[in-house]
């Protein structure tokens, strides 16, 4: 499947913190670069997420605000 | 200024596409990945961003999605 | 691939607006019930996005607000 | 209300299961096509959606991400 | 009509900046607070947003970020 | 820091509702007009945000919908 979410950044599950409606999902997506993702508990069960898994972190650019300091 | 969104990635800004309307720009968080954010023209002008800038990408957890082959 | 996100609509593209910035694109996952997505022009290109096209409407479940008369 | 957001899917909630933070509410928009939403508990209890209840998904034409297999 | 989203912000439009993609509209929603939206053109012609309309700004909590110095 | 996001409105904040996955923020940004924010709690904690608290309701211009009535 292709997205035309215009990043799709590959990387590796280092931790799923299951809460009772959300769960917290921090990827490696190069080294020492993580990325934090927070999905429905249900979507994480279904893609049967867990440490190590390969995953990408798909996020529309219009998402992505810039700061600068 | 702290920011609550979770994802707050530092890197430098590799190229910036002015449009009509909205500018491109292409930042590089790591040697070889880079994330694309879509931004108004304004705001690019009014933060000055340009090929070299140090920047950050700002993402709220809650837009990242993931997916798994 | 399996996205995070809760909503894959299947549908056929009806109509394809391509604007100088971005792309306006009508999907139709039902008999007279139309999705409206506006993608940018680069990645509308890359996915070979036209009329006849089979695609899935992707949208997360916190970016659907509901309305009541 | 008018609303700018380019989608106002009419449809009848099938399911509504209240979470401790969240509601998920299932709106069917077509026969076999249903969209789900993540409202706050508190916005589903001033709305009173509840099974049966006529609503409208409302979706932003730039959160329809589109996906080709 | 009632929307989920948390924040319905009644205004006053000051200036709309109609674009070739997209309408910039400014809303004041307090002497001297005013927000910034972008809607498509298309949605603006729709509305008949022009200066002086009496509007929302509809804005969900999730969309809004938190900053501190 | 600046952001891209074009509304950072100045603001004070009324009330925190904790949750055990999402804290509520009211934020008041001007006599009478509140802002409500949902961020996660980690968020919250990590900015220390308490009522008194002088903050930024920070909203992307593509994240504010217009409704009329």
Chains 1, 2, 3, 4, 5, 6 share one sequence.
């Not at 921090?26 to 670069?33: L, N």
């Not at 996020?59 to 700061?67: C, E, L």
């Amino acid at each position: 499947m292709q997205v035309s979410a215009r990043n799709a950044l590959k990387g590796t599950v280092k931790k799923v913190l299951p809460g009772l409606v959300n769960s917290e999902v921090i990827i490696e997506i190069a080294p020492g670069v993580e990325v934090t993702s927070i999905i429905t508990k249900t979507s994480a069960d279904n893609l049967k997420i867990q440490e190590g898994s390969q995953v990408y972190a798909v996020i529309k650019a219009t998402d992505v605000i810039i700061a600068t300091d």
